[in-house]
């Protein structure tokens, strides 16, 4: 349905009168984002979830009045950050008073600043997968005065075959040895242990409906399926050795992605869930069985050159997503329709040659809209998100990049 030509024919003409309204000239790359589809996004997450709160992933966003406005929404509730540094700044800023830092860290100048400030410690929970995490947070203080919020991350990958299918993110998957890392942090003086967090990426991250890939892509379900029956007995089998450790209760169970929100939602463990791709609607995200976000970001890049009759090329465009390198890590030249990338030079840091049936009616000065193929990456490549209402920009917001930051 969100590739319907005539729908992104309408989509280039608003967008092309925001820019023609604006009251200064406005630079590229132009980052944008569709207030209305961010908000229809943000309505299907919910629904989605089922009734289990969900955390906003700020990697998917980095814009922090983007962060704000999902929390906004009714069934968001708190921050998953990508580093302790980037929890630090939005804490400071009050975007979130509920902040668990996504990732292990071993940034000493982050950690100093966690263990000085009683507020910031109250406020953000570090991930741990090993004792070394711990270690690093005790290098750095001299006192036990300010206790740190600690979850365990706990590999989430599918067995099967003797082999794992999944992202490798922590050591830990069997039981004895998540409960021996949580009876550490229990009986460790100056740490408070909040609960465990399961992401499960081969659920969350992987299409399952991509044309022209039918048996690839019901391999993925199959997959898909064997992990979400796998986790749900490691969780409930994880929670029932944790409740043993005395002193101990599991108050919060982190899980899923936007790919996974209703499997695991429905997870008698998980106490919440995470999603942020799904707010933006990259183009990863198009060929998912079970749900279709509609696309909300944009990057505009002005034609500039007409080399040939069929040909146009737009400035710059090389904004290519992170990732095993393939073609689906290509932006997609989205709006007007019509377009695509060629095969021999693909997208261009510095231009980008555009072909197919539209190139013909582009002039030098038009701009071409483009789809990232993840969500939160492009930001990292402007200091600006302009927001779209309808056919006018009704705000220009910082990206970290316009805040002076790079995490």
């Known amino acids: 349905m969100h590739s319907d030509p005539v729908e992104r024919n309408r989509?280039?003409?608003?967008?092309?009168?925001?820019?023609?309204?604006?009251?200064?000239?406005?630079?590229?790359?132009?980052?944008?984002?569709?207030?209305?589809?961010?908000?229809?996004?943000?309505?299907?997450?919910?629904?989605?979830?089922?009734?289990?709160?969900?955390?906003?992933?700020?990697?998917?966003?980095?814009?922090?009045?983007?962060?704000?406005?999902?929390?906004?929404?009714?069934?968001?509730?708190?921050?998953?950050?990508?580093?302790?540094?980037?929890?630090?700044?939005?804490?400071?800023?009050?975007?979130?008073?509920?902040?668990?830092?996504?990732?292990?860290?071993?940034?000493?100048?982050?950690?100093?600043?966690?263990?000085?400030?009683?507020?910031?410690?109250?406020?953000?929970?570090?991930?741990?997968?090993?004792?070394?995490?711990?270690?690093?947070?005790?290098?750095?203080?001299?006192?036990?005065?300010?206790?740190?919020?600690?979850?365990?991350?706990?590999?989430?990958?599918?067995?099967?075959?003797?082999?794992?299918?999944?992202?490798?993110?922590?050591?830990?998957f069997d039981i004895g040895s998540v409960v021996a890392l949580a009876r550490t942090v229990v009986e460790r003086p100056g740490f408070t242990l909040v609960g465990v967090m399961t992401y499960e990426g081969q659920v969350a991250g992987v299409p399952d409906a991509v044309p022209h890939q039918r048996a690839r892509s019901a391999a993925v379900r199959r997959i898909k399926s064997m992990s979400v029956a796998q986790l749900r007995t490691r969780r409930a089998d994880i929670a029932e050795g944790l409740a043993s450790i005395h002193g101990f209760e599991l108050g919060l169970w982190n899980a899923g992605g936007t790919g996974s929100l209703e499997s695991s939602a429905a997870d008698p463990v998980v106490t919440e869930v995470t999603a942020g791709s799904g707010l933006l609607g990259p183009a990863l995200f198009d060929h998912y069985r079970g749900f279709s976000p509609q696309p909300a970001a944009f990057v505009g890049l002005p034609v500039t050159r007409r080399p040939a009759a069929g040909i146009a090329t737009v400035h710059g465009g090389g904004l290519i997503a992170s990732g095993a390198a393939g073609t689906d890590r290509l932006p997609v030249p989205w709006a007007p329709p019509g377009l695509r990338l060629t095969t021999l030079e693909g997208a261009g840091e510095v231009q980008t040659p555009l072909v197919g049936d539209g190139a013909d009616a582009l002039r030098i000065g038009d701009l071409v809209w483009f789809r990232h193929a993840k969500s939160g990456e492009p930001f990292e490549h402007g200091t600006t998100a302009h927001l779209l209402d309808g056919d006018r920009f009704v705000d220009a917001v910082p990206t970290y990049r316009g805040h002076g930051l790079a995490f």
Do not use: C
């Open 11 to 172: 989509l280039a003409a608003r967008l092309d009168a925001a820019v023609r309204a604006s009251a200064t000239p406005l630079p590229t790359p132009l980052l944008t984002v569709d207030l209305a589809a961010f908000d229809a996004n943000a309505a299907d997450l919910v629904k989605r979830a089922g009734g289990k709160p969900i955390r906003v992933a700020s990697k998917s966003l980095r814009v922090p009045a983007l962060v704000r406005r999902a929390l906004e929404h009714d069934g968001f509730h708190g921050v998953l950050a990508f580093t302790l540094a980037e929890a630090l700044f939005l804490e400071q800023q009050d975007v979130s008073d509920d902040i668990l830092v996504g990732y292990p860290t071993v940034d000493a100048a982050a950690l100093s600043a966690l263990i000085s400030s009683p507020r910031a410690a109250s406020r953000i929970t570090i991930m741990i997968d090993d004792v070394a995490h711990l270690d690093a947070v005790d290098a750095l203080r001299t006192s036990m005065a300010v206790p740190i919020r600690v979850a365990i991350d706990v590999d989430a990958g599918l067995r099967w075959g003797g082999q794992q299918v999944g992202p490798r993110r922590s050591p830990l």
